[in-house]
Structures are given as structure tokens and as C-alpha cells.
């Protein structure tokens, strides 16, 4: 026993260590999405109130402001002393950070940080995240130890199960990343997988329930509550817990007092929270209200769309850092796929053969109560899971971490129930040490490198160009290159840039590089817009002479029209007012050269072959247009070549419009079956290329720009129109709509 005891505490005080690691290695407000949270901790300290939600007025909170308080004031309290009012400043977001997406030029960063304001000694804004942070630490060391105690409540003669699960939590580089951050979810993982121990600990009770054991449920439970919503499926379990108490001890007592204890505690913890979201929002939970700031899904994933995002969800749940961008190398995936596989499907067998090898008679299954409850609570809240990110894309594994002490007790036991006794410490003390040099290395090899900005000083001869503003400072572009492999590109490559750039006069404002692939027509077909340095750098703080390095890379849209030559542009802009610099001669641009956009490889005779499958039976394999470039009041004919996968039962119509995305403004539109009404679907045999030729009259008042052409396949219900769901290659089916090639619309001719 006092060996175990000391292996505990060794795991716990290497919980500690890598936990304040990640906390000070990974830069302010890059963990996941601290730059909201903090906000939160920030107006509460600095005004004493919770901030009401509006949508159209979205604080620097956003969605964060929706969630239950106590995190937030805990935190709060504790940074109240410190002056923030530096937060704005320091709070300086790259507003071009690829959130949520890996791309090949890395522009993950969600902050230009100002590195000497951030830099030891902390001091104001930066202080408080590093004061939060490490509460947030303390709270994850307390969900470590709650899940030793878990494993210990449900295997209490199984040493190897109760370290091996604290081991894995305390390891999990995911929940080392979040624990190291400034995030609500820290304080809910510990309430709920706490709340957890008090439940099998009181279906385990050899004793009549004292009520102090009523009133510990109860304030966890209220402090879970105003935690988080999720938690709220917890207080069923309790109910069942009481219930199995009382027909256990054949006595009232327990459902009845118990529950009104726990439950009157509960609801004077928590009540007024959802009373007033009640008033504010007509929601006590404040989702409506959340999901109007943090958006919803075009279309409500399906079962088919939710498995398309498994591997964004594993990903997030091993270890995904930044802000859902920067990744573990694939191998480390592999591996951690291996682990959490065998131990699902040990678990599962270990269940199957205990429940097979004892009849279900109550006394045998009675020992079984507290683990079917560690059983039940990570089903319910992967179940809300998959509830919540179907409305909203949030396919990260971490969101699960309420379950996790009980998600790492069972794959535990999936891993070496199997394995003879003695052996059983050696593979726990494999895995245990994977999770833990991987946990110990991704602080120094996978998240400080990202952040990390190369000093570049090389010798140039006269610049390519020298973009300024008037009296606002200048820049120079050095060099500017097609990668090579870039010269010649198809739908859904990337057109790699390499650019060397260096300040001539120092600029007061922070400017944005694009890059734009623009066609014949001066259509833009795709842009790629970026701070200095893959976004690590903002033009205000840089120095004369300072140099940099800008690779870029320009993905060329799955639809775009084939074959052409496309013009590489770059230049200088300024977001919040769309001014750009300028060069000497007068032009916003400098051109670096062109790429040939070649057709995609196809045995079909059609013209600008692609591939977009509408439902799993329809296939839209090629498209032509006659004008890319049409003047208002005039009309162009696009012509779709389908191709039937399957045969089809149904009549779709076809509807394709050029629509200004921002306003949803339709300046040209067709509707009807194929072939001009001439083909119903219902008559496509398999195999069989349709050619559908859609005429489309811009409207004469059509305001000149460049707009999206949009196509889809829909039918008629009673409940309403129903479109067609595309079905990605990845098994996604996202979207019901498609966006062919962009098309410009000149003023109407004179």
C-alpha cells in the first residue's frame, strides 16, 4: 500500500511539472479558445457582472458569454487585485489564423503577440492568464486524483487499474494542454467525474447514507450545474443512485431525504443562473442565445457527417493544440488509435464475459451497480455530444473529458484484464510511459516551435517592388517565387509561394499580404490573405530593415473552371478599412507570374471534368459556361453534365443561381428538371451522362462584382422542399449546395 501510495504521488507530481509546462510554454490566448474565456474572467474581475448576450453586439467573450458563471468567478477572484486594463492591447488577434483547419503554410497563430509585454516577469494582462492558468492546473491535478479514487471504488483489490487510469488522465496530452488554459472545462471535468465518485461511492455504501453524504451531492452537484450544462444529466444518475439505495435498504429515507437535500442544495446553488437566462433569453440554458453567437451548422450533420469527423474528434482528444491546428505527427495517432482500440474492445469482452459467467440475479449483479453507473455516464455524455456538435462543428474529443476519469478506468481494464497478474504492471507501465513522453515532448518539439519566429537577414539587390502608404511607412518585396510543382495545378491543389519581404519605413497600422490566382476575365478564383511571417508578425511592431519570410499557399477551389492561365498577384491591404498600398506606379498589385490550371484527370468525355456526388446516386461530372464575364441584363448558359450512379426513383429539379454570398442577393437564377424538363431523374439509367443546359438572365440592375454560381438538386414534400446532401469523399455530407466557378458581372453596356 505505501508503494502505491508513492507511485501516486509521483503521478501526480508529474501531472503537476508537465501541466505548468504546457501552461507556460504555450503563448496567451493560442490554447483552444482562451482568447474568449479569458475575456469572461476579465469583465467579471474588472465590473463585478455577468455580461448580458446580445448577437448583434457580440463582446469579446462571444459564445463564452452564454456559459454557466462559476469558473469565470472563481477565476475572477483570484486575478481581481491585477490591472488588466492592458488587455486590448495585448489581446491583439491575427484576424486571418486558420482556426480549426491544418494548411500546408501554417498560419495557425490566433494572436500577434507583442513578445516583450508578454515576456517574465508577467505583468498586467498576461500576469492574470498565467495566474488563471495555473488554477485551471490545480483543478486538473484534482480530476487526476478523483479518478484514482473512482477505479479504486469500482476495483478496489486492482492497483495496476487504479494507477494505470490516474497515470493515463495525468498524461493525456489533450487534458495537460487544457488544463494549462484558461477554459471553463477545467472546473466541469473535475465537478463531473466527482460527482461521479460520489455516486458509486454511495451505491457502495456498506452503511446507511449520513446526510453529510447527502449534502456533498448536493453542492457538487449545484457547483457542477453552474459549471456546466452537460452536467445536468448527472442529477438523473443521482436520482437512480437514491433510488437503489432505498430498495437496497428497503427504506424510504434515502430517496426521499436524500433527494431532497441534495436536490434544494442544488437548486439554491444553481437555480438563479438558469432562472435568469430564463428572463434574458426566454432559454434557461441560454443555448439559443449561445448558438445565434457561435453559429450553426448549414445543415444538421447527420450520422453519416458525424463519422466523417471522427478523426478530427480522436485528434482533439489525444492531443490537438493551438486552436484545433496544430497537430501530433501521424505516427503518434497511429499509436494512440492502437491504445484506446484495444482497450475498447478489451473492455467490451471483459463486460461480455463477466456478465456471461454470473447469472443476472440481483445479489451477483448488485457488485456490477457502481460500475454500470462509470459505464452509463460516458455514454450519456458522448450521446450529448454528438447532440450538441450536430448542431454546431465541434468535433473535438476533449469535449468528453467530463467522462474521462471513467473512460480511462475502463480502457484500463480493456488493456490488461486479459494479461496474466503479474505482467499486468509492465504493459501499464508501457502505455502509462508512451502517453507520458509524448506528453513530455509536445510542449518543446510540437507547440514552442510553432510560435517561434526566424530571424531572416540576407543580402538583396534592388527590390521586386515597394508598396507604401502615403506618409505611412512602406515595404519591400525582395523575392517572390513559384515553388516548384506549382507551375502546373488542378482542382484542389495548392499553388505554393515562396516571398521574402523587408520594411522600408515603419508603419503605424498593421497591413494584411494577399495573394490572389485572378483568371482572364480579372475574376478572382482564389485568395490566401495573411499577416507577416504566416501570421506571427503585424507590420506596426516591425523595425526599418527588418526582414521576413511570408510562404504562402493559394488552394485552388474543387470546382474551379479548366483549362486557363492564372495571374499570381500580391499585394498589401488594410482590413478594418479595405485601403491598400499603393506602388510607385500607381498599381495595388505587383504580378510574380502564372500557373497553368490544368483539367482533372477524367475517362468522360465532358468538358471541365469534376466529380460532386449529390446523395449517393446522382453525380455531377463536368460543367461548361458560355460567359464567366456577363454584363448586367445580359444572359449566359451553363450546362451541367450528370451522371446517374445509380437509378434514380425520385424527380429532382435543379436549381443554380449567381448569388452575392454576403447579402444572399440572386442576380441570376433557373430552376427545373433536366434538360429543360425533358429528363426527369426518374428516367436516368446507371452510367448514363446527362447534359443539362440551364439559361441564366442577369438581372439589368445587378450591382457589378464577383459572385459565386451555385448549384443543387432538391424535390418537393409535403413537408417542404428537400435538397440532395453532397457526400464528400470522406463520407461528410455537410452541405447541400455546391459552388461552381465564380463569375464576374460588368456594368451593364450603353
Known amino acids: 500500500m505505501m508503494a502505491e501510495k508513492r507511485i501516486l504521488t509521483v503521478i501526480l507530481a508529474a501531472y503537476l511539472l508537465l501541466a505548468i509546462i504546457y501552461s507556460v510554454m504555450t503563448p496567451i490566448f493560442e490554447a483552444s479558445d482562451e482568447l474568449w474565456h479569458y475575456p469572461m474572467v476579465q469583465h467579471i474581475a474588472t465590473t463585478g457582472q455577468l455580461p448580458v448576450q446580445d448577437p448583434s453586439n457580440i463582446g469579446p467573450w462571444r459564445q463564452e458569454g452564454s456559459q454557466p458563471p462559476l469558473y469565470y468567478m472563481l477565476a475572477a477572484l483570484l486575478t481581481a487585485g491585477i490591472d488588466t486594463s492592458d488587455m486590448t492591447h495585448i489581446r491583439r488577434q491575427n484576424p486571418h489564423a486558420d482556426i480549426g483547419v491544418v494548411l500546408p503554410d501554417h498560419n495557425i497563430n490566433m494572436m500577434t503577440h507583442r513578445t516583450v509585454a508578454e515576456a517574465f516577469p508577467w505583468r498586467g494582462t498576461v500576469l492574470a492568464v498565467h495566474v488563471a492558468r495555473l488554477f485551471s492546473v490545480m483543478l486538473g491535478l484534482g480530476t487526476v486524483y478523483v479518478t484514482y479514487r473512482l477505479a479504486a471504488a469500482v476495483f478496489p483489490a486492482e492497483p495496476t487499474i487504479r494507477l494505470g487510469a490516474a497515470a493515463l488522465v495525468a498524461f493525456l496530452p489533450m487534458f495537460l494542454f487544457i488544463s494549462g488554459s484558461v477554459n471553463n472545462d477545467n472546473l466541469s471535468n473535475l465537478l463531473g467525474n466527482w460527482l461521479l465518485l460520489l455516486i458509486v461511492r454511495l451505491v457502495t455504501m456498506q452503511r446507511p447514507p449520513h446526510w453529510r453524504d447527502y449534502v456533498l451531492i448536493g453542492l457538487v452537484t449545484g457547483a457542477g450545474l453552474l459549471a456546466k450544462f452537460n452536467i445536468g444529466f448527472l442529477t438523473l444518475l443521482v436520482a437512480v443512485a437514491l433510488i437503489v439505495v432505498s430498495m437496497r435498504q428497503r427504506d424510504w429515507r434515502p430517496l426521499v431525504i436524500g433527494g431532497l437535500v441534495s436536490g434544494t442544495l442544488t437548486i439554491l446553488i444553481a437555480g438563479w443562473w438558469y432562472v435568469r437566462n430564463q428572463q434574458l433569453y426566454?432559454?434557461?440554458?441560454?443555448?439559443?442565445?449561445?448558438?445565434?453567437?457561435?453559429?450553426?451548422?448549414?445543415?444538421?450533420?447527420?450520422?453519416?457527417?458525424?463519422?466523417?469527423?471522427?478523426?478530427?474528434?480522436?485528434?482533439?482528444?489525444?492531443?490537438?493544440f493551438g486552436g484545433v491546428n496544430l497537430p501530433l505527427p501521424q505516427l503518434v495517432y497511429l499509436i494512440f488509435n492502437l491504445i484506446g482500440a484495444v482497450g475498447l474492445i478489451g473492455a467490451g469482452l471483459f463486460l461480455l464475459l463477466k456478465l456471461t459467467r454470473r447469472p443476472l440475479s440481483l445479489p451477483a449483479f448488485s457488485g456490477w451497480i457502481p460500475a454500470l453507473f462509470t459505464l452509463i455516464w460516458p455514454l450519456v455524455t458522448f450521446i450529448s455530444y454528438l447532440r450538441w456538435t450536430a448542431e454546431t462543428p465541434a468535433s473535438q474529443g476533449r469535449l468528453v473529458f467530463g467522462a474521462l476519469s471513467a473512460?480511462?478506468?475502463?480502457?484500463?481494464?480493456?488493456?490488461?484484464?486479459?494479461?496474466?497478474?503479474?505482467?499486468?504492471?509492465?504493459?501499464?507501465?508501457?502505455?502509462?510511459?508512451?502517453?507520458f513522453i509524448v506528453a513530455a515532448a509536445a510542449p518543446f518539439l510540437v507547440i514552442a516551435p510553432a510560435y517561434r519566429v526566424h530571424a531572416v537577414s540576407e543580402q538583396a539587390d534592388s527590390p521586386l517592388a515597394v508598396f507604401a502608404a502615403p506618409e505611412q511607412g512602406s515595404v519591400q518585396l525582395l523575392s517572390a517565387n513559384i515553388q516548384p510543382g506549382s507551375e502546373q495545378v488542378r482542382p484542389e491543389q495548392y499553388v505554393m509561394l515562396d516571398t521574402l519581404w523587408a520594411i522600408d519605413q515603419p508603419f503605424e497600422r498593421d497591413w494584411s499580404l494577399f495573394v490572389h490566382l485572378v483568371t482572364p476575365d480579372e475574376v478572382i478564383l482564389s485568395q490566401r490573405d495573411v499577416y507577416p511571417a504566416q501570421g506571427l508578425l503585424a507590420t506596426s511592431d516591425l523595425a526599418a530593415g527588418q526582414q521576413?519570410?511570408?510562404?504562402?499557399?493559394?488552394?485552388?477551389?474543387?470546382?474551379?473552371?479548366?483549362?486557363?492561365?492564372?495571374?499570381?498577384?500580391?499585394g498589401w491591404y488594410h482590413l478594418p478599412t479595405g485601403e491598400r498600398l499603393m506602388l510607385e506606379n500607381g498599381s495595388e498589385f505587383v504580378s510574380i507570374g502564372q500557373v497553368d490550371l490544368l483539367p482533372r484527370e477524367s475517362t468522360l468525355n465532358v468538358p471541365n471534368p469534376i466529380r460532386i456526388n449529390f446523395g449517393g446516386s446522382i453525380e455531377l461530372v463536368g460543367y461548361d459556361i458560355t460567359d464567366l464575364s456577363p454584363a448586367a441584363g445580359e444572359t449566359i448558359n451553363l450546362t451541367l453534365y450528370w451522371r446517374a450512379q445509380q437509378p434514380v426513383e425520385e424527380d429532382y429539379k435543379v436549381f443554380t443561381s449567381i448569388i452575392d454570398m454576403t447579402t444572399l442577393t440572386k442576380y441570376a437564377a433557373s430552376d427545373a428538371m433536366p434538360a429543360e424538363w425533358t429528363r426527369p431523374t426518374s428516367t436516368w439509367e446507371a452510367g448514363e451522362i446527362i447534359a443539362d443546359t440551364h439559361t441564366l438572365a442577369v438581372t439589368p440592375d445587378a450591382v457589378p462584382g464577383i459572385y459565386e454560381l451555385q448549384i443543387g438538386l432538391y424535390k418537393e414534400t409535403d413537408a417542404g422542399l428537400e435538397r440532395l446532401r453532397i457526400f464528400t469523399p470522406d463520407g461528410g455530407q455537410a452541405f447541400d449546395v455546391t459552388y461552381l466557378s465564380r463569375v464576374r458581372i460588368e456594368p451593364a453596356e450603353r
Open 282 to 320: 426566454g432559454d434557461p440554458t441560454g443555448l439559443n442565445v449561445f448558438l445565434d453567437i457561435v453559429g450553426r451548422r448549414l445543415v444538421v450533420a447527420n450520422p453519416a457527417q458525424l463519422w466523417s469527423e471522427r478523426q478530427s474528434f480522436l485528434q482533439a482528444f489525444w492531443g490537438f
Open 548 to 570: 521576413w519570410r511570408s510562404p504562402i499557399a493559394v488552394w485552388v477551389p474543387p470546382a474551379a473552371y479548366t483549362p486557363m492561365s492564372l495571374e499570381v498577384r500580391v
Open 407 to 435: 473512460i480511462s478506468l475502463w480502457l484500463v481494464v480493456g488493456l490488461v484484464w486479459w494479461l496474466p497478474r503479474h505482467f499486468r504492471p509492465v504493459i501499464m507501465s508501457v502505455t502509462a510511459g508512451y502517453f
